[in-house]
């Protein structure tokens, strides 16, 4: 199976030769997948090289004439390093575009902490209007990044990640499906978190939602589902725990309730080790996740 960046490459190679209107925009980061396209393509693939904040700069500028940018790098530099620059040059100037990262939270290790970035969606929770999807698989992938290249001129955040899912959802529109039905909970999966939340509550009384779209927070499903399975609630999500606390919260506000956050932690792991010993590290594995969430319910 591809990655998820490998499909991205893929993807949008295509798309550029569909649509006269897309443009690419990046700064070193997977430019070897995409120079054919950038040979058939000059002037509309460009490599500003390691300039993280002229990158958004220049597809801010790209969406003030009309096209539509995709913006590539890591997690880190897409959204952390050039934050001043999404702010201004995107949503100041009333533009849109799709930003796509990779190597989130842990992806690459050996890259150190400089190439992590767990509080990436936190930090576009100060922004105001932008769509977040984060796919569990490379199929899901590939639609998220199809819809969002081909939308009209919203801002949109699109979060891949070196984890995945053994397989992928079926389509059910942008907000929260239900995966498994119960009585004595609600616990919510974000993207390629979905299969050891699966493992973790196997035989358990509870409701599993997944979401591949974060933003805007799907309240509806969130709360019928908690109607149905009780209010304690459980959110699982591949970035900084407690991030979707607040939207979850804001969902539930007139409902009684208990959450539980749970994902990245704040501190920093000085260790390169695996991505999955971070995941183990921050108690995101299956073993981990049955302990957390059986000790939360009542």
């Given at each position: 199976m591809d990655t998820m960046r490998e499909r991205f490459i893929s993807v949008t190679?295509?798309?550029l030769e569909e649509d006269p209107r897309l443009a690419l925009v990046l700064a070193e980061i997977t430019m070897d997948g995409f120079r054919p396209a950038q040979r058939r393509h000059p002037d509309r693939v460009i490599n500003v090289g390691i300039r993280e904040q002229l990158l958004i700069g220049v597809g801010g500028g790209l969406a003030l004439t009309g096209l539509r940018p995709v913006v590539h790098t890591f997690a880190s530099f897409l959204v952390e390093r050039p934050f001043e620059q999404v702010k201004l040059d995107f949503g100041h100037q009333g533009t849109g575009g799709v930003l796509v990262s990779s190597s989130g939270s842990y992806d690459w290790p050996a890259g150190g902490f400089t190439h992590m970035a767990p509080g990436d969606v936190a930090?576009?929770?100060?922004l105001d209007g932008w769509t977040v999807h984060v796919p569990g698989h490379p199929d899901e992938?590939?639609?998220?990044?199809?819809h969002a290249s081909a939308a009209g001129d919203d801002k949109v955040y699109v979060r891949l990640?070196?984890?995945?899912?053994t397989a992928p959802r079926p389509p059910a529109g942008p907000g929260l499906r239900t995966v498994r039905e119960g009585r004595a909970g609600v616990v919510v999966a974000v993207g390629p978190l979905?299969?050891?939340v699966l493992a973790a509550t196997e035989g358990l009384d509870v409701t599993v939602l997944y979401a591949t779209t974060v933003r805007p927070f799907d309240d509806a499903t969130l709360r019928a589902a908690v109607g149905r399975a009780g209010s304690d609630v459980v959110l699982v999500e591949p970035y900084l725990?407690?991030?979707s606390a607040t939207a979850a919260g804001a969902a539930l506000v007139d409902v009684p309730h208990r959450i539980l956050p749970l994902g990245v932690g704040r501190a920093e792991l000085r260790r390169y080790g695996t991505m999955d010993e971070h995941v183990a590290a921050h108690g995101l594995d299956a073993g981990s996740l049955r302990q957390r969430i059986?000790?939360?319910?009542?």
């Open positions: 190679s295509q798309l930090l576009l929770d100060t992938a590939e639609a998220l990044l199809r990640s070196q984890q995945s899912n979905l299969d050891n725990a407690g991030t059986t000790g939360f319910l009542r």
